[in-house]
């Protein structure tokens, strides 16, 4: 049976209404994950400073093990 005009817009409305939904929905997950990005961002900049603190130190006390075993010979 053949739907009519009223039918077929009554379909499109409910399917327009639920892609809206679909479509809030999807930015507020959007919205949750770019503030979860952010937060894990922050931490690997973190790890980052800590890791270039770290090899700095570490270069440093290369270079002063180098230069007190010169000085022994």
Do not use: F
């Not at 077929?8 to 994950?33: F, G």
């Not at 980052?48 to 130190?57: D, E, K």
């Amino acid at each position: 049976m053949p739907m009519g005009l009223e039918e077929k817009v009554s379909d499109m409305a409910v399917i327009l209404a639920k892609h809206e939904e679909r479509i809030n929905k999807l930015e507020e997950w959007q919205s949750k994950q770019n503030g979860s990005l952010l937060r894990l961002e922050q931490k690997v900049e973190g790890i980052y400073s800590w890791l270039i603190g770290l090899m700095g130190g570490m270069i440093v006390s290369l270079i002063l093990l180098v230069i007190n075993m010169v000085k022994v010979r």
